[in-house]
């Protein structure tokens, strides 16, 4: 006997199913292709689209769940196509078992799409007329999980939309005054904007008369003010972006300084051999020689020795040549303590005193273990040395060299826009040492220096990058790259930088304007919602 709830084939019941079920898959299709939005393909106006498309669907959707489904398939596509690295670094450089990294790449995946999933099913259970969702709820929703993705579990920011924008996009000069998540919130509005224009489009039927359904969406006054001016609010949102990227925010201050960024390209299955430290330490003596410029930056762990392992000599020359270039030498090294605690550091020698930076957000299950009793046993399946590293302090400043004050940060570090403005306005500079050999030949050295570009448009400070296989280069302060080699090979890049005095809004700040503002918008999408029930 057939169940009188299965749905009959040919009936709506099993026709909406095959709908909802190709709405995931587009939704996934989606997230896909967005991942060819950011570096280094920089098609920044690809995830503008696709951002819209996934709006659209999510304001067809039967429901909140079904939202947030959907919000989940287009997380699991853009995360599982644009950090596939994951696997990469696990695999390849972390000997784990094939099977076992890819499923890892997979929950890991999986759990950060939770946050889009949940942005959808929150604009859902709010009320609130469908412009004022599409248009103020949704972006802010979408950009409140965003921030709240660069925090959680010790934060992965990486792929936040806001960055596909930068340097290119217009929508970029929101980043020296309401960071990157302001990028993400001025792209979706812009996306919400485009889908009520799109629905505005398609009201009236091929007859020229509208359905009831369409009717009843368009009565809410706040829905037609918005919808009749979507594209004139879009125009005012990109030419704002445009002016705010004309304007400079910080100033020159002092003399020019060269730099010799250098890049060892030390390959990282070979990097922690015994037999192949003498090799290394000679490679780095040659470049750093071969330099005459006043601050010399090495990549991260670039001597592959705790420091007090170093020979005194090797540090005695380092030092000499720096002093012989009245300047000073910054080396990424492990530093240990007696106490046996260690760090991922940078430390200077040269004409200035002997200072150092100890990296203070540290990578999970790179640098550290998270709930080790729980989690230990994933240490036996990686081949990771020094997972157990101690974190710097967060209020560390400045190092004095080179005549400029400079903000390092360690790989990973300059991913998170608020923990580089610590050290601001004070720096002159900004210094990011990188070994991103782990992702191998991948696109992660590409979106890492996205990240690097967004920080220096923040700041209105050069971003000098020095890493171990690329991407080594300089950035300017509008996040454009003036110098760089090319990856996978044995370089210097040279270039005379400045150093600037000053604060972008972002930098007084922080991530509090957009915050702010996200919750603004929310309000006010709640107060439209309860002015139309009100009116109904």
């Not at 780095?284 to 705790?306: G, H, Q």
């Not at 040269?350 to 240490?379: C, D, M, N, T």
């Not at 923040?458 to 171990?468: D, F, V």
């Amino acid at each position: 006997m057939k169940d009188p709830g299965e749905a009959k084939p040919g009936s709506r019941t099993s026709f909406s199913f095959i709908i909802h079920r190709s709405s995931f898959i587009v939704a996934f299709v989606l997230g896909a292709v967005t991942a060819a939005g950011f570096a280094p393909f920089y098609l920044f106006p690809l995830p503008i689209v696709t951002l819209a498309a996934l709006f659209a669907l999510w304001h067809r959707a039967a429901g909140a769940r079904q939202t947030a489904l959907i919000g989940f398939a287009y997380g699991l596509g853009l995360f599982l196509f644009g950090v596939s690295w994951v696997y990469v670094s696990l695999h390849d450089f972390g000997a784990m078992p094939a099977p076992l990294a890819a499923l890892a790449t997979l929950l890991f995946c999986a759990l950060i799409a939770l946050l889009p999933a949940a942005a959808g099913y929150a604009s859902a259970k709010l009320k609130v007329p469908p412009a004022a969702k599409l248009g103020l709820l949704v972006p802010a929703l979408w950009t409140l999980t965003e921030w709240i993705r660069g925090w959680l579990f010790t934060g992965f920011p990486w792929l936040a939309v806001g960055y596909s924008q930068v340097p290119r996009s217009p929508l970029a000069g929101y980043a020296p005054v309401l960071g990157i998540y302001g990028v993400t919130l001025a792209t979706a509005v812009t996306a919400g904007l485009l889908v009520t224009l799109w629905l505005r489009w398609t009201t009236n039927d091929e007859r020229g008369t509208m359905n009831a359904e369409r009717k009843s969406v368009l009565a809410p006054s706040s829905w037609q003010f918005i919808v009749h001016r979507s594209s004139f609010i879009v125009l005012v949102i990109w030419l704002t972006g445009w002016v705010l990227s004309q304007i400079t925010w910080t100033e020159a201050v002092g003399a020019p300084v060269t730099v010799s960024l250098l890049q060892g390209n030390v390959a990282q299955d070979l990097k922690w051999r015994e037999d192949r430290v003498r090799p290394t330490l000679d490679a780095y003596r040659k470049l750093v020689e071969s330099s005459r410029s006043r601050l010399i930056i090495l990549p991260e762990t670039a001597l592959p020795l705790f420091l007090d392992q170093v020979p005194q000599d090797y540090l005695s020359m380092l030092a000499a040549r720096a002093r012989r270039n009245d300047g000073d030498i910054l080396v990424g090294v492990p530093e240990r303590l007696p106490s046996g605690d260690y760090f991922n550091s940078v430390v200077s020698y040269g004409s200035a005193p002997i200072q150092s930076y100890r990296k203070s957000h540290l990578v999970p299950f790179g640098e550290f273990i998270p709930l080790r009793p729980v989690l230990g046993w994933i240490v036996s399946v990686l081949a990771i040395p020094l997972q157990d590293f101690s974190r710097g302090a967060d209020d560390q400043r400045p190092l004095a060299v080179a005549g400029q004050r400079v903000a390092v940060n360690i790989c990973y570090e300059d991913a998170f826009g608020e923990a580089i403005i610590r050290q601001l306005p004070e720096a002159t500079l900004l210094v990011n040492v990188s070994n991103v050999a782990w992702f191998g030949r991948s696109i992660a050295p590409q979106q890492h220096l996205q990240i690097s570009q967004a920080r220096a448009l923040e700041t209105g400070r050069y971003m000098l990058r020095a890493t171990n296989t690329g991407v080594t280069a300089a950035i300017n302060p509008r996040g454009e790259v003036v110098a760089n080699a090319p990856e996978f090979t044995a370089a210097t890049v040279t270039h005379s930088v400045q150093g600037y005095s000053g604060s972008t809004p972002y930098v007084r700040w922080g991530n509090y304007a957009v915050l702010v503002l996200c919750l603004t918008l929310i309000a006010i999408a709640r107060w439209t919602g309860s002015r139309s029930a009100r009116s109904a």
